[in-house]
């Protein structure tokens, strides 16, 4: 009888050792899956910020999009008239269907552009083009500018004149996805008419009354 009860209570032991073991065990895996999720939301949450960092454009702020747009507007233009460089007009910073808005007629497409700008290149050496300013607002830049240079060539079917042409103006421009889709040149058109075609060979641009832009 000592015996099976000695058996019984070993057995009861046993038991409860076994159920506490198991609870010791299932408790551990609930940790170490607790744990696991953990890292995972932790490695995921740092691969995230790590993809928003390089993300380029897409993450950037209205404000430093605009900075950006701006800086890089500015130093297409700078290239393009003062260096020659035509090859900055280009898919980079245009949009293929880029459109310059004229009285005439509206020129699209960037090789139309790049052929319409050229007309400076050709008309004139000694050129000095300046953006005196240059904001904006969301997808739309203001460029108030200045262009210098001396009538040598032939410039939108003017000959050459030997005069020096001193003229300031306006761009209205729209960006979309940093590239320019739009622009639209304000000057005194009567300014420069005059200016190229007055005999004295150089003419002031102070001897003007501004025109409306």
């Given at each position: 009888?000592r015996?099976?009860?000695?058996?019984?209570?070993i057995?009861e032991?046993?038991?409860?050792?076994?159920?506490?073991?198991?609870?010791?065990?299932?408790?551990?895996?609930?940790?170490?899956?607790?744990?696991?999720?953990?890292?995972?939301?932790?490695?995921?949450?740092?691969?995230?910020?790590s993809?928003?960092?390089?993300?380029?454009?897409t993450?950037?702020?209205?404000?430093?999009r605009?900075e950006?747009?701006?800086?890089m507007?500015?130093?297409?233009?700078?290239d393009?008239?003062?260096?020659?460089?035509?090859?900055?007009v280009?898919a980079?910073?245009?949009?293929?269907?880029?459109?310059?808005?004229?009285?005439?007629?509206?020129?699209?497409?960037?090789?139309?552009?790049?052929?319409?700008?050229m007309?400076?290149?050709?008309?004139?050496?000694?050129?000095e083009?300046?953006?005196?300013?240059?904001?904006?607002?969301?997808?739309k830049?203001?460029?108030?500018w200045?262009?210098?240079?001396?009538?040598?060539?032939?410039f939108?079917?003017?000959?050459?004149?030997?005069n020096?042409?001193d003229?300031?103006?306006?761009?209205?421009?729209?960006m979309r996805?940093?590239?320019?889709?739009?622009e639209?040149?304000?000057?005194?058109?009567?300014?420069?008419?005059?200016?190229?075609?007055?005999?004295?060979g150089e003419?002031s641009?102070?001897?003007?009354?501004?025109g409306?832009?």
């Amino acid at each position: 009888m000592r015996k099976a009860g000695a058996r019984a209570v070993i057995h009861e032991l046993d038991a409860n050792a076994l159920s506490q073991l198991i609870c010791f065990q299932n408790s551990m895996m609930n940790r170490l899956f607790l744990l696991a999720s953990l890292s995972l939301v932790i490695l995921l949450g740092c691969n995230s910020s790590s993809e928003s960092t390089t993300g380029g454009a897409t993450e950037l702020s209205d404000d430093e999009r605009l900075e950006r747009d701006l800086k890089m507007y500015e130093q297409v233009w700078f290239d393009f008239l003062n260096n020659g460089d035509t090859l900055a007009v280009n898919a980079e910073h245009f949009t293929e269907d880029v459109t310059i808005i004229t009285d005439q007629g509206n020129i699209v497409g960037i090789e139309g552009v790049r052929q319409f700008y050229m007309n400076y290149l050709n008309g004139f050496s000694e050129i000095e083009f300046t953006i005196v300013d240059a904001f904006g607002q969301g997808d739309k830049i203001v460029k108030h500018w200045n262009f210098k240079g001396l009538h040598t060539g032939d410039f939108f079917g003017i000959s050459a004149t030997g005069n020096r042409l001193d003229l300031s103006g306006t761009t209205l421009v729209t960006m979309r996805e940093g590239r320019v889709a739009s622009e639209q040149d304000f000057f005194d058109m009567k300014s420069m008419l005059d200016q190229l075609q007055k005999a004295s060979g150089e003419v002031s641009v102070d001897d003007y009354a501004p025109g409306t832009l």
